[in-house]
Structures are given as C-alpha cells and as structure tokens.
C-alpha cells in the first residue's frame, strides 16, 4: 500500500498498482500465491463506463471484486471519491457502490419474492420511512427496469433469465449508487436481449448519472457502452483508450488478436481484413511467463520481452500501451 | 410503428411462392399481448413443497399410520385400565392364572367375574409372562421408543446444526480443525462404542427416586448420552456442506455488497436455503434411533425393567416364541411400522422440499 498517494478528485474511482494474490494449494504442504490482479491502475469519472475485457480467467471478476471489497486485496490502494477504501470506511461506502451480478440464477435468493429482493439493501440501510414508502420506492424501481410491477410478490424463479437480470439491477439501483461493477452482466443471456439490457444500462446511466466499471469477456458488448476500455490479460491491463481509438487503432497484440477474432457485419470487410488466430492457450496464472505476460502466445516477441516485464505507456492522447515492439 | 403492420401495405404474396402471405396474419390486440404476459399461478417454495407431498402416496399413507400410531400411544394408556407395570387384578386380588393368555383371552377368575355381572376390559394382545395386559405394554414400549426417536433426533439436530454451521460459515483453519475432529468420531465403530458407552455409564450414572430419568433407567440415559457424542457428526457434516455451497451463491455476495451483516445473511440466506435438508434428514435420523434402541434392549442393554420399550418387548418375547408367537408378531411390527412410515415419510419429504431435486 501506498499510503503517500494522492487520489485525482476528478475521479469518481481510482484504483492504484490493485494485487490480488489467492493462496493455492501446491502440493502437499505448500501454498503458491495466484496472481489473479496483479498491479492493475485504472480511474472513472463520475457517469463514464470503464469497460474491461479479457478472456475467462484473466482475473476481471477479481478485479471487480476486490474494488467493491468483496474480495480484501493483497496490496494497492482504492480510492472513492478521494477517500481510501478500506475495512473502516467501507461500511459508510456500501451504499453508493452496487454490483450486478453475471449468474441471473445464483444471484438472486430462491426463498425471496422479487420485493425483499430489491427491498434488501433499502432494509439493511434503513432506507424508507414507513411499510407504504419502502413498496412505493420498490414499485418505482422495477418499473425504472422494466419489470410488471403486479409480479413484486412472486418468486425469482418464475422468471426467465433477462428478467431476472433486471431484478438484479434493480436491487444494484436501490440504495441510488454512484458507481455499479457490473460483472459480466449481459454475458448469460441471449442476444436479443443481451442488446435490450445494455441499452437499459445505457439509459439508466443517463437518467441516473451512474458510473459503470462494466466487464465482459466480448469487445463488442463492451465497446458499445463504454466511453474507455481496458483490455487485460493474466492479472495485468495491457492497453487502455478511449472506446473508439481502441477499436479503430488496437495497439497491443494482444488487443489486435482480440478485435480480429470479432464477426464483422459486412462480409466484404471480413474478408479483406486477416484474422489473427492465437496460438497455444493462456498459460496459467501459478506459471506465469517471465517479462511480458503475454510472449508465450505473441507474434511479436524477442529477447527482451522475456527478460522485462513492458508497463504502460501513454501513446498520446491517454492511450495506454504495455508492449515493447509496438 | 403501427404502419409496418398496416395489412394494405404488406407485399403482395407471389401465388408461386412458397413463403408465407403475410396478409393472411392479423395483429395481436393489446388483450391478446397482455395474455402472453400472465404468468402462472405465483407459488412460494412451501406450497409448492406440500402440494408435491400430498400428490404422493406413500408419504400420505406414513403420515396416517404415523398419526395413528401417536394416537394409539396417547390414547390406550387412559382408556385401558391397566397399567404396564402391574399384574392383573380381579375385586383387588392378583390373578395369578391370567399369565401368556392369547388374545381376547379370559383368564378363569376373570370368566367367574363375568359370569357373576362384572365387567372385564378385553385383552386385546394377551397377557405376559407374568400377567400383565400386553396391549398397554406395547402402547407404553411405543411411547418409549418413539420418544428415544425423537430426542435422540432433536439431540442430533442441535449439536450437528450448530457445530456444522460453525465450520461451515467460518471455514479457513477453523473449519479444518472441526472437520478433522468429526472425521476421528465418524471413523470409531459405533454400535461397539454404544455397548462400551453403556456399561461405563451404566456404573458410572446412578439414577435414584421417581423421576422420568431414573424411570427410563441408566441405559437410556447412556443412550441419549452415546447419541449426543457419536451420531451428531453425520448431521454437522451434512450442514456443514450445505453452507458451504449456499455461500458460494452470488446472492450472497450480493447481501454483502448490499452491506448486511453475517446474522442477517444466516438468518436471510443461509438458513432457509438448508433447512428443509435439514430437517428431512433429522426425520429420518428417528427411525435409526429407534432401530438402535430396539436392538440395545434386544441385547438387555436399553431401558430399566418394568419399562417396557418395544426393543425389550421383543426381546423377552424371544423365549415363548413357539407358543406365544403373537408377543413377538406385535412389537416387531410396530418397529416395522414405524421404522417404514418415517423412511417414507422422510423420502417424501426429500422429493418434496430438497432445492437439489427441484427445478
Ligand atoms: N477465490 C479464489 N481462490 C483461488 N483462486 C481464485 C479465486 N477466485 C478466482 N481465482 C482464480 O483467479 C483467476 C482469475 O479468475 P477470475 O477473476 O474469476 O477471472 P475472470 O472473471 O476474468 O474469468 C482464475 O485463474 C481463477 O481460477
Ligand atoms: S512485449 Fe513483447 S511479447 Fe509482450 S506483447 Fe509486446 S511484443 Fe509481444
Ligand atoms: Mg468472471
């Protein structure tokens, strides 16, 4: 921890040199620490989405996690609102920092009806004055996501998954945050409505001014919604830019391999551009390659990526890269 | 948006085609919308739990022997004039010939007594050995068994749930150390430990006086006491694993992201997503109580004569089993009956309530 470092109060969140480090089993005595997020810095304004990609198991959800202190990080500092976050100041935090989940099964309680489930956080902080202003404030929030508010008294499990998922929101939205980590909130459901919850996230962030620190494993859901984009692989950010910048210019090789592998609309565009496809699988995290994380699988990789780990570089315009040959 | 769906505007269908003519659908009328919307009859997870129940039959048919059967218990000790522990008596003498009748058998002081006017409460099992009236034997044996059933069960409950939710929640090195502790009691031979319980116990504990305590005897005490020790760490293992997956669920975290407290998180989540397994595998922990009881007596090791438990009924049956076989045939069925109508029951339950199962 840093305890010296000063938080941008431009910034809604910030999050400096984050580690996470999970102790695993190895062998039969022995624990090897796993490097799930190893040194990620990111920042959000107030009402801007932070989109973060990267394949499953890169550490995103840890990232996610770890920020709303589900998780208590290995090192690094988390700052809100230019206040560290910490297991003191985190009880007074709660409120303003939500999460939706990516499991519309697991996610919500199969013994609450729809009611207690969003009423939850309003009971937990004591949100309401009377029985009547608590089911007035929760009639309100499922209509702002779209659900029938005749289905408050019925059980999670009479619903389908997008609907679901907007319960899941609506107790994210219920103590009126100002940040949600939305993990992978739209990667459990199908397309068509995939498109309709992102839009209502798109909505709502503009009703209610919310910031996002919005993960998926796909570039195209993220790049839709995000103002920037951080791209990470193996518990560290490899590059980040603003949304468009990142996709019309992908810097890093990794990133490249990442909007390659995209189905593009127009088959004629599809064909001309080449696919990258990558090589071999991500290593494991407890054998983490030497220098760049990402020589084992890069097209680009010499001697020196192997001996030097690359840190972000500002390309011009707050365009981050972590590589050493581009 | 209407327009799109406007019938005049529609694309004519080619006779030759072999699509679809789109002139020939009609628009859905906001009533007809809102049909698809309705949803099914809303059901918490406890009616839905009873209505499976009740469609099943063989759980029914437990419940009904099983109240039957408390009835029977309840009810024979009040209305029979006999007790369990004396012989029978005629105008305040003792019969002595009213030994091992059969059923619905007078004795001969008994048929005087009739004859003369009097009135004689029918023997509905026979007597025993030593004259007693064996329909209250057997109702009181019931009662005893049943009741060991269930307190042994309820004392599995206890320390099981509580120690297996203790390891479960706080997991880490204290549930390490827990789990190892149930791992060494459930490795020992448990009916060897029972008999070893019992005889120590049995010298150890001396109940005096009248209570229900020295009335049952040192050996259902040692009972209760084996119980307490031996049987609960199925139950804690069972819980234990429960919590464990219950808090892997995101709606937990989500409790904890909505900042509640571990209390509330038990008593909101936890709790009512475990107690149904809970509570079907605490009713059929009765079932073998009352198994281990009934064999405990068999081998003279259960409760104090001249308690009767069905378990020493059947046992001092065993000696008259070619001439009084009915003295064996009625315990034995009672733990028959019961043993069966609480498996079934429990199964029932399990098909009914376990989250597992459902979906
Ligand atoms: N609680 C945990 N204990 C040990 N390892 C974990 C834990 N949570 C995640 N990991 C490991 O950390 C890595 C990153 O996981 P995760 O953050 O879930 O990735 P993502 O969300 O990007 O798919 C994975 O290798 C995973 O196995
Ligand atoms: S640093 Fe080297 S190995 Fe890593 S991405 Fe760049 S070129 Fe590839
Ligand atoms: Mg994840």
Redesign the interface.
């Known amino acids: 921890m840093d305890m010296n470092y000063k938080p941008n109060p431009e910034y809604l969140v910030e999050v400096n040199n984050l580690k996470m480090y999970f102790p695993v089993k190895t062998g039969f005595f022995g624990t090897t620490p796993l490097k799930a997020a190893d040194g990620v810095s990111f920042a959000i304004r107030p009402g801007e989405t932070l989109g973060l990609v990267g394949e499953s198991g890169c550490g995103k959800t840890t990232v996610g ?1 770890a920020l ?1 202190r ?1 998780y208590k990080p290995t090192d690094g500092d988390i700052f809100f609102e230019g206040k560290r976050v910490d297991d003191k100041s985190i ?1 007074g935090l ?2 303003d ?3 939706v ?3 519309p099964y ?7 009806t729809v009611e207690d ?1 969003i009423g ?2 309003l009971d ?2 004591k949100m309401y004055t009377s029985r009547a202003d608590r089911r007035d404030q929760i009639l309100s929030l499922m209509e702002m996501v779209g659900l ?1 508010a005749e ?1 408050a ?3 999670a ?2 619903f389908s998954g997008g609907q679901r998922q907007r319960i ?1 929101i609506a ?1 994210a939205l219920a ?1 009126k945050p100002k940040f949600i980590v939305c993990d992978e909130a739209v990667s459990a459901l199908d397309v068509s409505i995939q498109a309709q919850v992102i839009n209502m996230f798109e909505d709502l962030q503009r009703q209610l001014g919310v910031a996002y620190l919005f993960i998926a494993h796909d570039l195209l859901v993220v790049h839709h919604i995000s103002h920037r984009i951080a791209v990470m692989y193996l518990g560290k950010l490899v590059e980040t830019a603003d949304s468009d910048e990142l996709n019309a210019n992908p810097v890093h090789p990794y990133t490249q391999s990442l909007l390659s592998a995209v189905p593009l609309p127009d088959p004629r565009t599809a064909k001309s551009s080449k696919r990258i496809i990558l090589e071999g699988d991500v290593p494991s995290p407890l054998k983490m390659p030497s220098g760049c994380p990402f020589r084992t699988r890069c097209r680009f990789a010499t001697e020196q990526c192997a001996k030097e780990m690359p840190q972000l570089t500002d390309r011009g315009n707050g365009h981050m890269v972590a590589c050493w040959n581009k | 948006m209407d327009k799109t769906y406007d019938i005049d505007q529609m694309p004519k269908k080619n006779p030759l085609s072999m699509q679809i003519d789109l002139s020939k659908f009609e628009k859905a009328t906001d009533e007809e919308k809102k049909q698809a919307d309705v949803m099914s009859e809303s059901t918490s997870f406890f009616k839905d739990g009873m209505r499976k129940l009740r469609k099943n039959p063989l759980a029914m048919f437990s419940i009904v022997v099983l109240v039957l059967i408390i009835l029977m218990i309840t009810i024979v000790p009040v209305v029979v004039p006999y007790s369990y522990s004396d012989i029978i008596t005629i105008n305040g003498k003792r019969d002595k010939s009213a030994t091992n009748m059969a059923p619905f058998q007078y004795s001969k002081l008994e048929q005087q007594y009739i004859d003369e006017g009097g009135k004689v409460f029918p023997h509905i099992m026979g007597t025993d050995e030593l004259g007693r009236d064996y329909f209250v034997r057997v109702a009181y044996g019931t009662r005893i068994s049943l009741l060991v059933g269930v307190f042994a069960s309820v004392i599995v409950l206890i320390i099981g749930v509580l120690y297996g939710s203790i390891a479960g929640y706080f997991g880490g090195k204290v549930d390490l150390i827990m789990m190892r502790i149930v791992d060494v009691i459930y490795s020992l031979p448990d009916l060897l430990m029972i008999i070893l319980l019992s005889v120590v116990l049995n010298e150890v504990l001396k109940f005096d006086g009248q209570g229900i305590l020295a009335r049952l005897g040192t050996n259902m005490i040692s009972l209760f006491i084996v119980f307490g020790l031996l049987y609960w760490v199925g139950m804690a293992r069972l819980v234990r694993g429960q919590i464990l997956t219950i808090k892997q669920n995101e709606y937990v975290l989500a409790a904890q992201v909505s900042g509640a407290k571990s209390s509330r998180i038990i008593r909101r989540h936890i709790l009512p997503n475990c107690i149904s397994v809970i509570i079907i595998s605490a009713a059929l922990q009765i079932p073998s109580a009352i198994f281990t009881e009934s064999f405990l007596s068999f081998i003279s090791l259960g409760v104090k004569a001249p308690m009767p438990s069905l378990g020493s009924l059947a046992s001092a049956a065993r000696s008259g089993i070619t001439t009084y076989t009915y003295k064996l045939i009625f315990p034995a069925l009672m733990i028959g009956l019961i043993t069966l109508a609480f498996n079934l029951l429990g199964d029932g339950l399990r098909d009914a309530f376990d989250p597992k199962l459902r979906r």
């Open positions: 996690r709303i589900l009880g709660r409120k920092m939500q999460m989940f990516q499991d697991s996610s919500l309680n199969p013994r609450m489930i939850e956080p937990v902080h029938n289905h008294t019925r059980y499990h009479e899941g107790r103590t």
